[in-house]
């Protein structure tokens, strides 16, 4: 493999031009980028393409930052996720980490040494979450069905559950994304 397709895929979610601007210089070195205006047009995205961390700024029009990294989370577990954003409440602070599994969190303006290592930590971090979903698959494979361990994510599926009444089967993918047919969605 080049070292290109070795680096890791970060996707950068922000309303203003010049915040995805300025990420972009700090981080193209080092990273495959992808840039998103608004959380909408990132989930979009996120049907075609698996970066490593998403950094979302917290407050854009539609959906804020941390709804966006709340549904990623339920979507896409082993995506690292970092929130960006200039008005750090502890109550958001708190509410990020809780129900956005949020990795890390920054504010603006940042520190651009601070920024490269919680990035690169986010990456090692949601690479190790994958490794450690794929070794417990295949040791799970192993085992005899009636004593193999319960699935990972169950608080996920039971949220699943409690938003749509009636869901009977989960899919998830090889990175134990949980996946929804928009299609059977009422």
Known sequence: MSEITNRAHILIVDDEESIRSALRRVLRREYKLSFAPSAIEALQMLKSERPDVIISDHLMPEMTGLEFLKRCRL?????????LT???EMSMVISAINDGNVFRFLTKPWDEDELKLTVHLAVEHAREQRASIRD??????????????????????ADLEAAHPGLTQIKRNQDGAILIDENEVK
């Open 136 to 157: 417990s698959k295949s040791s799970t494979s192993e085992q005899d069905s009636a004593s193999s361990a319960p699935p990972q994510g169950d608080q996920q599926l």
């Open 86 to 88: 200039g008005q750090a």
């Open 75 to 83: 979507l896409y577990p082993t995506v690292g996720r970092v929130v």
